[in-house]
């Protein structure tokens, strides 16, 4: 039997395990799982977004394991993804099909089929509720089947893209059809230069934040693309794999709630004439979930992304390559770590040059 | 869920056997072009990313239930994260683990190669932050492996020139840069100098994980490996000279530096606990 030392260290992280199940069990309410799932909808999309799961249920699992730790939550349930084994790539999701929850257009009054407003805190004040502090369930549960009985018989949405008006047209750039696969970030190291799948896969799992803050950089001055939402939809996609033992059959295997975004922008183009093609473009953003800042702003750095310039969010690597979630915060964190063999070396070339070796 | 005595809910050392696979090509990769960064595509793994996932990936990929385990973190086998690593490895393998270098087959560390020769039946992996020795000369990654295709490492060498110009001698801590087979330049992890000649024509396969940078690669047994230096300032280790364990009374190791609060004392102990440990039990 091989031996193995039991010293301080193992046992001095025992106990700080220990401390920090304390820390989490603190208070005399239990948080449920589904209590986490259904009232913290929001923190709940931002943890399966990141970590690139669509696992709500999951997701609360993991928000309640570290204190409602976002980074933490996404750390687990990223861990947790990489012990499932990839069976199958969905069949390609068309949003126009979306069973519509929000939907609006910043670019045009009237859209065809309206302007959905859907549930968004776009248009409340947002003023300490006191209210809350007491409200009882009873009484919210009346609300809530009154709102449902007020609601019923109501149609389900689908609707044509905003953009298609623009295609009709013949504003729209016209953009070649490119229907490779998919680049899987979740397989293979990013690329670089990136296609613009892996691009658009590696900003949706990206920190929210962090894309949020190069986005805006752009629009402040850092970069040039201030663009007009011509589209955001925010709804329910089918998710369909197809089936392997005949072709041209499909299963269906569940639904999934996600935001997409049509970004305009205005594209120029050379042509043999005297003056330049002016065209409308597209930046295009797609996140799990409500979180429409973060398909606002990846609509912004897809585009961005797209464009010569100086400023950060042109530069490939730059906005790629230092905003995921574990990562930064993994490398932030290794700090934490013991370092005192490379320090004794360092310390080394600073005690030679102290004597003049 | 494949056999595995002592979690359920995992397969075998964690990833999936798909994942495992494909690291194992890549790692037969740069086995096959030593010094060679190998993109891979790096799994998250529940430790954190930037604390020796890279190394651990390819542990977890190459391990056996005959295996036998070595960690450590600066040399230490009971360092914060070597225990916590050596922990997720047999939570879901149930291998057996040791601090005795000769006892283990794959030894997996952070910052240091053990002071004990190392044979061709143990293969020796070690954790990387960063893998792009030209990562000084160029931050972006579409540019320095255009460097590495054509060879171009000039940018390397002036670094270590201003060092000396500015400085009156190389001025490289840990980490100092290696040419593997006369071809590609390598960083060998941040391992003091004093490691560094263990890489040369060496037993053990050597193989480095960066988890967080997607990169793996290799020096396999008996490969050149030179640390890189001009003919003047020739490459030169930490100095050890008249430095004595204070636990083993080893000498002509690498060492910790200890500085006691409570008598003021000043002393140094081997950075290799297990190696000092062996010691210590040998002479009682």
């Given at each position: ?41 929001l923190l709940v999309d931002r943890v399966i977004s990141e970590a690139g799961l669509y696992a709500p249920t999951y997701a609360a699992l993991a928000l309640k394991q570290c204190e409602g730790s976002l980074e933490e939550a996404v750390f687990i349930l990223r861990a947790y993804r990489s012990t499932l ?273 | ?142 540019v320095s492996r255009k460097l590495h295709a054509e060879a171009e490492y000039s940018g390397i060498w002036l670094r270590l020139y201003e060092g000396i110009v500015k400085y009156g001698h190389t001025v490289t801590g840990a980490d100092h840069p290696v040419s593997v087979s006369g071809r590609y330049v ?99």
């Open positions: 039997m091989a031996y193995v030392a039991v010293t301080g260290g193992q046992k001095a992280i025992e106990e700080s395990i220990k401390l920090l199940k304390y820390y989490r069990t603190d208070g005399d309410n239990d948080l449920e799982i589904e209590a986490i799932k259904d009232k913290m909808k084994t990839r069976n199958h790539y969905s069949k390609t999701l068309n949003s126009v099909k979306m069973r519509i929850v929000r939907r609006i257009s910043a670019a045009f009054k009237e859209i065809p089929g309206g302007q959905v407003l859907g549930p968004t805190y776009d248009y409340v004040h947002r003023l300490l509720d006191f209210g809350i502090l007491d409200e009882g369930k009873k009484e919210n549960k009346k609300w809530r089947s009154d709102y449902e009985k007020y609601q019923e018989g109501h149609e389900v949405y689908t609707f044509q893209k905003v953009s298609d008006i623009l295609k009709d047209e013949g504003l729209l750039e016209e953009v070649e059809e490119d229907s490779s696969d998919a680049f899987d970030i979740t397989l293979n190291k990013l690329p670089l230069p990136a296609p613009r799948s892996a691009r658009l896969q590696t900003m949706t799992r990206a920190d929210t934040g962090y894309v949020s803050g190069l986005a805006y950089s752009s629009l402040r001055g850092f970069g040039s693309v201030h663009p007009t939402v011509g589209e955001l939809r925010t709804g329910w996609l089918e998710v369909e794999v197809p089936y392997v033992l005949e072709e041209g059959q499909d299963i269906y295997v569940g639904e999934i709630l996600v935001t997409e975004v049509e970004s305009f922008v205005s594209a120029s183009r050379k042509t043999k004439k005297e003056h330049d093609e002016i065209k409308v473009g597209i930046g295009y953003g797609c996140v799990f979930g409500r979180n429409e800042t973060k398909a606002i702003s990846i609509s912004i750095l897809d585009r961005a992304l797209r464009t010569q310039g100086d400023a950060p969010v042109n530069d490939e690597e730059f906005v790629l390559l230092h905003g995921d979630c574990l990562e930064m915060n993994g490398f932030l964190s290794h700090l934490k770590l013991p370092h005192y063999v490379t320090f004794q070396s360092r310390l080394d070339q600073l005690r030679k040059k102290k004597e003049g070796l | 869920m494949a056999d595995n005595n002592k979690n359920p809910h995992y397969n075998f050392a964690f990833l999936d056997e798909g994942s495992k696979r494909e690291i194992r090509r890549s790692i037969l990769k740069a086995v096959a072009i030593p010094g060679y960064q190998v993109p891979f595509g790096s799994r998250e793994l529940p430790i954190g990313r930037g604390w020796g996932t890279g190394g651990l990936q390819i542990t977890l990929s190459i391990i056996g239930k005959a295996d036998v385990l070595k960690v450590i973190d600066q040399g230490s086998d009971d360092s914060v994260n070597a225990v916590s690593i050596r922990k997720l490895a047999v939570a879901t393998t149930g291998i057996e683990t040791t601090a005795y270098t000769n006892e283990a087959t794959v030894i997996q560390s952070r910052h240091r190669i053990p002071e004990e020769k190392l044979r061709n039946d143990q293969i020796m992996v070690l954790q990387v932050p960063n893998p792009e020795p030209l990562r000084y000369v160029t931050p972006k990654e579409a390598m960083n060998p992890s941040p391992i003091p100098r004093f490691d560094n000649p263990k890489l040369h024509n060496s037993d053990c396969l050597y193989l480095f994980g960066a988890g967080r940078e997607k990169k793996i690669y290799a020096v396999p047994p008996h490969t050149d490996v030179v640390s890189l230096a001009y003919d003047d300032y020739p490459f030169s280790i930490e100095n050890v000279k008249g430095r004595v364990c204070k636990l083993c009374g080893a000498t002509g190791v690498f060492f910790d530096e200890i500085f006691d609060s409570d008598t003021n004392e000043h002393f140094f102990q081997c950075s290799d606990s297990g190696f000092c440990e062996k010691r210590r039990r040998e002479v009682n």
